[in-house]
């Protein structure tokens, strides 16, 4: 490493007039370093960065509002988030980001194109992307907004099938989803849709409390790894079962990480049904380890695995019932939900049907 910067220090042609500084020397090593090992969520970031992503986590930031992941050497899109201005946009899970304004973004890191998508409020940003069935490559102009991240929003579709929608896994989502959930068995919900469809996923703790609200007990999901430290069950919460009620989950292809947790625990456990696409197959464990600067390092320290051992890094779930679709805002156009309501519907008790008139 010496002999590369003294090379560069006495041949570089602008080194003598714009020197770099010893902090970008270092984290540029660092980051280097850590790419080698070719693991896409295995990176090293940066004081500003891991700052942004608290933020992030915090449910507040500017940008276009979407998940995207590195799969193959592709940079795709994960899910774009509801409401989001990728959303509205018109990018779809699956996209595979070619270029964002004049950059062409193909070997760049997914933490690199994100610290490109994003910047001030009603700032304009190009991004062409290759879709699946395109022969051209799609370009979508689009203005960043200050992204707003509400994680749960709930209603009652019919006297009595309630609905729960979950767009991302963060700190508050298990409370706010309990208390959706209590509100719509008060409305007299006797069956309920949780459509996790484009939820690119977030924290683990909460994946455990979702799935919480609806097994009494036993194994959420399990990681394996090689230190103790990654190798863990993770059991219900006791504190946050509420109801037996029937019940199907709406998945897709922007369905990822924390989703895929809740939807292979409910489903191994015999607990639900999985209507619509096969998730995106996001299954492992990473570790955020601080370091003395600032700056940070996250290592994919361990895999997660169903209740029943099934793997679901770059395998992903399959559903019950495939149904091939997007979502929508108007329910009568939802394909997939139409059928997760013809599915619930025969779950639904005559007795209760009974009782509603």
Partial sequence: MRQIRSIIENYQVDAATKPAKDEDLLHGAAKGMVEAWKDPYTRFVSPSQLKDEEIELEGRYGGLGMYIGDRDGQI?????????????????????????????????????????LRGEPDTKVTVWVRRAGEDELLSFEITREIIKLKSVRYEMLSDDIGYLKLSQFKHNTGEEAKSGLRDLIKKGMRALILDLRNNGGGLLD?????????L?????????GRSPRANEQYYVDKSFYLTNLPLVVLINGGSASASEIVAGALNDRGRAKLIGEKSFGKGSVQTLFP????????????RYYTPSGKVIDHVGLSPDIEVKGEPDRVISNDVQLQRAIKEIKKAVTPVARKNKK
Avoid at 86 to 103: N, W
Avoid at 216 to 224: A, I, M, N, P, Y
């Fill in 76 to 116: 795709l899109v994960i899910s774009p988030m509801e409401d989001s201005p990728a959303e509205k946009a018109g990018l779809k899970p699956k996209d595979q980001i070619v270029k964002v304004d004049d950059e062409v973004v193909i070997g760049w890191t997914s933490d690199r194109v994100v610290q490109k």
């Fill in 206 to 214: 909460a994946s455990v409390k979702v799935s919480s609200m609806f």
């Fill in 216 to 224: 009494r007990d036993g194994l959420v999901v399990e990681t394996k």
């Fill in 291 to 302: 370091l003395t600067d600032g700056s940070g390092v996250y290592v994919t320290i361990a």
